[in-house]
T-cell receptor, first 114, second 109 residues
Framework: ETGVTQTPRHLVMGMTNKKSLKCEQH?????MYWYKQSAKKPLELMFV???????ENNSVPSRFSPECPNSSHLFLHLHTLQPEDSALYLC?????????????FGPGTRLTVT | GQNIDQPTEMTATEGAIVQINCTYQ??????LFWYQQHAGEAPTFLSY??LDGLEEKGRFSSFLSRSKGYSYLLLKELQMKDSASYLC??????????WGAGTKLIIKP
């Protein structure tokens, strides 16, 4: 049973739609991540929040907008996406402290942009 | 630049041993992870190496040589459930991991 949940698990949206991905962690962690995983490509780090402050933003297009209202919840708001944005979007959490760097992943949202 | 190389796909036989290699060239190194990812599922943590040498954990072992920019994951007594992708990742900073594209391991009976 994963301590990180993501909804929805699958999403099909048109290029003009607006949708949001949700991530919730039940592990008491203090950092949360959004990754993009495309077929046969490395995971791409999109955003990192630590103690609800954004600490990393890897040149992600503005059509992706993250939100972290508290340490347990993370959202990714999507608008005006492109077909190349179709991918698996993974959320991860971490209890960041010296000596502990393992990230725990959710099952992902499979996004298809038509 | 940042570069992590792993073989795209490997095939092995049930009960055998397989070694999955990972080479890296990154600006900054603070440790190396191995994760397992079954198709359609979340990546799960296998190992973390900071110092040179071999770390053993049950059927799985991970080796690191920082001077050579090289790591491997060794899987013994392979089982069908070990069919998965294996991801290598270098920790550059507190929050940033640089990931390889993963090695798909196929286990045959």
């Amino acid at each position: 049973e994963t301590g990180v949940t993501q909804t929805p698990r699958h999403l099909v949206m048109g290029m003009t739609n607006k949708k949001s991905l949700k991530c919730e962690q039940h592990l008491g962690h203090n950092a949360m991540y959004w990754y993009k995983q495309s077929a046969k490509k490395p995971l791409e780090l999109m955003f990192v929040y630590s103690l609800e402050e954004r600490v990393e933003n890897n040149s992600v297009p503005s059509r992706f907008s993250p939100e972290c209202p508290n340490s347990s919840h993370l959202f990714l708001h999507l608008h005006t996406l492109q077909p190349e944005d179709s991918a698996l979007y993974l959320c991860a959490s971490q209890m960041w402290r010296e000596g502990s760097y393992e990230q725990y992943f959710g099952p992902g949202t499979r996004l298809t942009v038509t | 630049g940042q570069n992590i190389d792993q073989p795209t796909e490997m095939t092995a036989t049930e009960g055998a041993i397989v070694q999955i290699n990972c080479t890296y060239q990154t600006s900054g190194f603070n440790g190396l992870f191995w994760y397992q990812q079954h198709a359609g599922e979340a990546p799960t943590f296998l190992s973390y190496n900071v110092l040179d040498g071999l770390e053993e954990k049950g059927r799985f072992s991970s080796f690191l040589s920082r001077s050579k920019g090289y790591s491997y994951l060794l899987l013994k007594e392979l089982q069908m459930k070990d069919s998965a992708s294996y991801l290598c990742a270098v920790r550059r900073s507190n929050y940033q991991l640089i990931w390889g594209a993963g090695t798909k391991l196929i286990i045959k009976p």
